[in-house]
């Protein structure tokens, strides 16, 4: 792993949605990218050092049937729009992570046109993998991605695959990209993306890429294919139904999980994307988005928060067409266009991530259970030999919970710190109340 990734957070964009985007491809470019650019203040305020984009690449429709993996999809503008992005971000120091969907293209991909047109024994059917038989159209069965009609699966053991991905990878790493995020990376046989990243990492030894894997074996994976790391799902499921539940215990058991995988990577942390319902509409109770937020960013691993998520934006994904619709809404021309009650989520974003800065160690952090009820929890978050502890109170009453070797408050609702008679140190937390505290003199 690289040195800027260690104190790297992400804000994390779904682009076509972000700039207001057409839902299909229509005649013209459409000069787009620049709303993107007259929002990097705004996530360099937030205390973003990266942006991790959704797919920019020419598509048919949501970005993820891709078409042309070298053009920026003209809904977004063109090369000279992604240049200009790049040097912006730059000039803010920002690093920009690009999304790559290279298990399956759109049917509109010209090679499978051409298979399509030239036959199952041409060699631009050889990019793809016939299953037999015929299709709905009539036409060959070719493999989809999880049964997507749209999504023609790639065949993985061509070579011809193999030389084309690593030479999109490569193309926009030279271009200024910082790294790669690897869609639907489980679903593509791990030998060939250690084919293909050992190819790109000679070129771009310093680029981030990791993979989305929603489930399974993350440390195998990551072994096997040489990611930098994977989308850690298991932790953002754990955060907000333990929450809901007001059982920590299901936490408790995720950070001990979490705690093995940082020993072989570092995960890629959230509690929202552009895949899954809104945090703010997800929880039962929106003064838990504190708590949530509060563990992410302690908690070792690689922080993305998804635009909106820092505003408290609402939307719940819909198993249906259209149902992503709620979760990638376009926004406003300038930040100073969002809603009034969205700014206290935000500065509650930007405390947090100013902790995370200050602290930047906590990129491998393991947790240590100081004290565990089902409402309430203290954990340790211990690396390098320093020590902040994260304190929740899910009841609507007062607790007094351990905190040993407190010193400071850094942030959140901790009335108080007091030394007992046995010299121990404990906190006074409100109804619903959360903190993190220094064990260091300030």
């Known amino acids: 792993m690289t040195h800027w990734i260690d104190s790297a957070i992400f804000w994390h964009i779904y682009p076509l949605g972000f700039v207001g985007a057409e839902q299909r491809v229509h005649a013209g470019i459409h000069h787009r990218l620049s709303h993107i650019v007259d929002w990097l203040d705004y996530a360099v305020a937030l205390g973003a050092s990266g942006l991790l984009l959704g797919p920019i690449f020419a598509s048919s429709t949501h970005g993820y049937d891709t078409i042309d993996h070298f053009r920026i999809d003209p809904r977004l503008g063109d090369d000279c729009d992604f240049d200009q992005l790049i040097m912006e971000a730059r000039r803010r120091g920002l690093k920009v992570i690009l999304d790559g969907v290279f298990n399956h293209v759109g049917r509109d991909f010209p090679l499978f046109r051409a298979a399509i047109e030239n036959g199952t024994a041409s060699r631009a059917a050889s990019w793809f993998r016939l299953l037999g038989g015929k299709d709905d159209t009539g036409g060959p069965a070719y493999a989809t991605f999880e049964g997507h009609h749209a999504l023609v699966a790639l065949n993985h053991d061509s070579s011809d695959v193999t030389a084309y991905v690593t030479s999109v990878m490569d193309h926009w790493l030279d271009r200024g990209a910082s790294g790669w ?13 250690k084919t293909v990243l050992m190819d790109v990492r000679q070129r771009h030894p310093h680029a981030y890429i990791f993979g989305e894997v929603i489930h399974g074996d993350y440390n195998g994976f990551v072994t096997a294919t040489g990611v930098d790391g994977v989308t850690q799902y298991e932790l953002w499921k754990a955060i907000w ?10 936490l408790q058991w995720a950070l001990e ?23 703010a509409s ?7 988005i504190a708590h949530a937020l509060a563990i992410l960013m302690t908690v070792g691993g690689m922080p993305a928060i998804y635009a909106g998520d820092e505003q408290a934006f609402r939307g719940v994904k819909e198993n249906r067409a259209g149902g992503d619709d709620a979760i990638r809404p376009a926004f406003p021309a300038r930040p100073e266009e969002l809603a009034p009650f969205g700014w206290p989520i935000y500065r509650l974003h930007q405390q947090l991530i100013g902790v995370r800065r200050r602290h930047p160690w906590l990129v491998r952090a ?11 929890a203290v954990w ?11 304190a929740l109170n899910l009841r609507d009453g007062d607790a007094i919970l351990p905190a040993p070797g407190a010193k400071n408050v850094l942030a959140g609702t901790a009335a108080a710190i007091t030394t007992e008679l046995d010299r121990s140190t404990a906190i006074r937390l409100p109804g619903y109340g959360w903190a993190v505290l220094s064990t260091e003199k300030q």
């Open 181 to 193: 995020r690897l869609d639907a990376a489980y679903a593509v046989s791990r030998p060939f993306w």
């Open 241 to 250: 139904s333990a929450i809901n539940d007001c059982n920590l215990f299901e």
């Open 257 to 279: 999980r979490h705690n093995g995988f940082l020993e072989r990577f570092v995960p890629l942390t959230f509690v929202g994307n552009h895949d899954v319902t809104r945090l």
């Open 282 to 288: 997800r929880l039962t109770d929106e003064r838990h």
């Open 366 to 376: 393991k947790s240590r259970k100081v004290h565990l009820t089902a409402r309430q």
């Open 380 to 390: 340790a978050m211990e690396a390098n030999n320093q020590t902040i502890l994260v």
